[in-house]
């Protein structure tokens, strides 16, 4: 059974985007064929994919990558029900899934305005494709105790939600902050919810 991982998040702006890359340089580690999948995505170039397909040699179709626009979601959402939409997200994503020894799944990105509730859509089509969620949860901005809970929260939001939480990110944490938050997850997430959480640091290089 092909295995995939669902990177996602809670909210827009999280630097995601340096996690998916870092998760797909471990999956093709692993083994030589990882396709991808979008479920949703806007219209116009899509960058990550374009540097995901540079840089690991990628040759499945893009037209294979997506399941559908954000328009397109909504229109069918509006007329058909939530229900429909994701019936037509898991065929997609099973197209791809057939193909592949492993999926890496790039969650939506929190922008759409006529979907409802995205953290929960994230959650439901990670069920629905059988895979493991690493949940993103961006840092800029906030202090080391407000990160730490927001990872919290983001982790039993989406445990709640029957996922299978592989693993939390704490990312674009102030870098002075970065022991302390690390710190805060080893106790609130190793020993509370026994997975792992990381911290990336604010730092230009990996924006």
């Known amino acids: 059974m092909t295995r995939s991982v ?3 998040g809670i909210d827009r702006g999280d630097g995601r985007q340096v996690v998916d ?3 797909m340089e471990l999956l093709t580690r692993q083994v030589d064929r990882v396709g991808v999948f979008r479920p949703l995505v806007h219209d116009g170039p899509d960058r990550l994919f374009e540097l995901l397909r540079a840089r690991y040699r990628l040759s499945q179709d893009p037209a294979t990558v997506y399941g ?3 328009e397109e979601a909504s229109a069918l959402q509006a ?5 429909e939409l994701i019936t037509a ?3 997609r994503f099973h197209a ?3 193909a592949y020894e492993v999926v890496l799944v790039l969650g939506t ?3 759409a305005e006529n979907l409802p509730d995205e953290l929960a859509l994230n959650a439901r089509l990670a069920n629905e494709f059988g895979a493991s969620v690493i949940a993103v949860v961006g840092g800029r901005g906030h202090p080391a105790e407000a990160v730490a809970a927001e990872v919290r929260n983001a982790c039993r939001a989406y445990q709640d939600l029957g996922c299978d939480v592989l693993a939390m990110i704490a990312n674009r944490v102030a870098p002075d902050d970065r022991d302390t938050v690390a710190a805060l997850l080893d106790e609130r997430l190793d020993r509370r919810h026994g997975l792992p959480g990381f911290v990336l640091p604010d730092e230009p290089a990996l924006a």
């Open 6 to 8: 669902y990177v996602t």
């Open 21 to 23: 890359l870092g998760v």
């Open 68 to 70: 559908m626009s954000y």
């Open 79 to 83: 007329e058909r029900g939530m229900d």
């Open 89 to 91: 997200l898991v065929a």
């Open 96 to 98: 791809v899934a057939d």
């Open 109 to 111: 990105d929190f922008t």
